[in-house]
C-alpha cells in the first residue's frame, strides 16, 4: 500500500483551489465539484461536500466522520477491502466506486 493523496471537502471548491496555488506555487486542474494540485507527488484533492454526499455516500451528520479523507494506492481495492474489513477495526463501506481508472473505498473511523 502506497500513500496517494488527501480529499478534502468543501463547500467553496474554487476558492479552497486558489488558497492552496498561492502556498504551493501551482496551479490545480478541476471544477467547482472537484480540484486537484499535485505538490511534489503528493495530491491535494478538493471535492464538494453536496456532491460528496451524492456521489459517494458520505454522511456528514454523523459523529466521526471528518471532512478530510486521505487515499493510498493499492494493488487490489477488492482483497484489500476485504481484508480491513475482516479487522474489526472501523466501518467500511459496503460499496466501492470506480473512478476512471481508480477504485476505491471508504473507511469511517
Not at 459517494?56 to 487515499?71: A, Q, V
Not at 481484508?83 to 466506486?97: D, F, V
Amino acid at each position: 500500500m502506497q500513500f496517494s493523496d488527501i480529499c478534502i471537502i468543501s463547500n467553496n471548491v474554487l476558492d479552497l483551489a486558489k488558497f492552496y496555488e498561492v502556498i504551493f506555487s501551482t496551479k490545480a486542474e478541476g471544477d467547482n465539484i472537484h480540484s486537484i494540485i499535485n505538490v511534489a507527488g503528493l495530491v491535494i484533492a478538493i471535492y464538494n461536500k453536496n456532491e460528496a454526499e451524492k456521489v459517494m455516500g458520505f454522511d456528514f451528520s454523523n459523529t466521526g466522520t471528518g471532512l478530510i479523507t486521505i487515499g493510498f494506492d493499492i494493488d487490489n481495492v477488492d482483497a484489500e477491502y476485504e481484508r480491513i474489513k475482516a479487522l474489526n477495526i472501523t466501518s467500511a463501506t459496503e460499496h466501492k466506486y470506480g473512478l476512471g481508472e481508480q477504485s476505491l473505498f471508504t473507511l469511517k473511523i
